[in-house]
């Protein structure tokens, strides 16, 4: 069966630009996951949601990171007005569960901000 | 914050030399999970410990929970360069729905 996909898998934006990108869970999935991977680091935790409700958002490192979920399906990571320090690698990752165990990830998105 | 560490940043083995990654937490766990992430890939799910003392091994790969819950380890033997990338365990703490912060990593390489 189809993975977890997300597009773009790469994206230029320049400064200021807005971006948003994809990620398609695997279907039946409940718990899907955002995750900021800068080279050489660990996945670090943007926010979580369980079908369509967002229950943990702490990881979003500003306001100007949104994400959405509304059908419990497909989910959309936006960034506004991005900077420099937003350049990395988005990973999405869905679970069967309403839990994190054995996360299913994405190729991810690799955004560069020039 | 709860911080979840790991130690060896790097390791460079022999093919046939075993290797060992360690994992701790500034704070006790719920469980712990491995992910392995190869080179210009996406980590893949290991396996999960949930109690404390707990080993299991997957072919040539053994991991421990430690028994405060608070550390863990990976051990390879006899690695092969198909174990090349790298080693993330991911701390799990009791929420509502089992937050994880990822180490990390450990980056494996092995000389054929």
């Known amino acids: 069966g189809a993975g977890v996909s997300q597009s773009p898998r790469y994206k230029v934006a320049k400064r200021g630009q807005d971006v948003a990108l994809r990620c398609d869970p695997i279907?039946?999935?409940?718990?899907l996951f955002w995750y900021q991977q800068a080279l050489g680091q660990g996945p670090e935790f943007l926010t979580y949601?369980?079908?369509?409700?967002?229950?943990?958002k702490s990881g979003l490192p500003s306001d100007r990171f949104f994400a959405e979920r509304p059908e419990g399906s497909v989910s959309t990571l936006k960034i506004q007005r991005t900077q420099q320090e937003d350049s990395a690698v988005y990973l999405c990752?869905?679970?069967?569960?309403?839990?994190?165990?054995?996360?299913?990830f994405g190729p991810g998105t690799r955004l560069t901000v020039t | 914050g709860q911080q979840v560490m790991q130690i060896p940043q790097y390791q460079h083995v022999q093919e046939g030399e075993d290797f060992t990654t360690y994992c701790n937490s500034s704070?006790?766990?719920?469980?712990i999970q491995w992910y392995k992430q190869r080179p210009g890939g996406h980590p893949v799910f290991l396996i999960q410990?949930?109690?404390?003392?707990e080993v299991k091994k997957q072919k040539r790969l053994t991991f421990q929970f430690g028994e405060a819950k608070k550390n863990s380890s990976l051990h390879i033997t006899a690695t092969q360069t198909t174990d090349v990338g790298t080693y993330f365990c991911?701390?799990?703490?009791?929420?509502?729905?089992?937050?994880?912060?990822f180490g990390p990593g450990t980056s494996l390489s092995v000389i054929p």
């Open positions: 990752a869905s679970s069967v569960r309403f839990s994190s165990y054995e996360q299913y």
């Open positions: 279907s039946g999935h409940v718990s």
């Open positions: 949601f369980q079908n369509e409700a967002q229950l943990d």
């Open positions: 704070t006790t766990l719920s469980n």
């Open positions: 410990l949930v109690k404390s003392g």
């Open positions: 991911a701390g799990s703490l009791k929420t509502s729905y089992d937050k994880v912060i």
